[in-house]
């Protein structure tokens, strides 16, 4: 079946340090998949941080990245640098270009950023 | 724009309580969400409406779970009886259309039955 497989956390990470996320997901009934990563702030609603939805894309916002990888079936969000104010919960999401309503989420990653 | 707005943020019913979500979209957006939040399930699709039509019913959320869509600018999600395991974080989206694939959405409900 699709699902989405996410990094569990809690993540801790310090100030100014990488950070890398893992997503990998399968996409067996879906023929166009689209990949995106949502963000949800302390105190915020869910929102949308970045989405690909071509494969080799790479796809960027709020100096994250991440890079459709169809071969590894992987969406690993990235940052080279974080800050205090990137501390948040993570969901990794597979969408269906062709039936857009249902997305599969992945369960979050909460993210704790050491000052 | 304003965001998504859901009412009330917080619930507390007895089991078998009837219990009614309130969820106002984006001004301007035609499709709307409704999602149950658990730590288990994670994010579980319960409805989805397109210009206020139903698209999608929930499935395994049939036999408890109603959402309307009275006009573009609300929507309600009732619980019909409320029992225990329904206890978890109800949330709402909306989106612009089918081009735009962006999810907005609100703070959620959280619900307790007790």
């Known amino acids: 079946g699709d699902s989405v497989t996410q990094t569990e956390g809690p993540v801790t990470v310090s100030e100014s340090e990488s950070l890398i996320i893992n997503c990998t997901y399968s996409a067996t009934s879906i023929a166009y998949p689209n990949l995106f990563w949502y963000v949800r702030y302390p105190g915020e609603g869910l929102q949308l941080l970045l989405k690909?939805?071509?494969a080799g894309q790479k796809g960027s916002s709020r100096g994250f990245e991440a890079t459709y990888n169809k071969e590894t079936t992987s969406f690993h969000l990235q940052k080279a640098s974080v800050q205090e104010s990137d501390s948040a919960v993570y969901y990794c999401a597979l969408g269906d270009r062709d039936s857009n309503y249902q997305l599969i989420w992945g369960s979050g990653t909460k993210l704790i950023i050491k000052p | 724009d304003a965001g998504v707005t859901q009412t009330p943020r917080h619930e507390v019913a007895e089991k078998g309580q009837t219990i009614i979500l309130k969820c106002e979209p984006v001004s301007g957006h035609n499709d709307l969400f409704w999602y149950r939040q658990t730590k288990i399930q994670g994010l579980e699709l319960l409805s989805y409406?397109?210009?206020?039509?139903?698209?999608?019913d929930g499935g395994a959320f049939k036999d408890r779970f109603k959402a309307e869509m009275l006009n573009s600018s609300f929507s309600t999600l009732k619980i019909q009886p409320t029992e225990p395991k329904d206890s978890a974080v109800y949330l709402c989206?909306?989106?612009?259309?089918?081009?735009?694939?962006?999810?907005?959405f609100g703070h959620g409900t959280k619900l307790s039955v007790l």
């Open positions: 989206a909306s989106s612009r259309d089918r081009e735009d694939e962006r999810l907005f």
């Open positions: 409406f397109r210009s206020k039509s139903l698209m999608e």
């Open positions: 690909v939805i071509t």
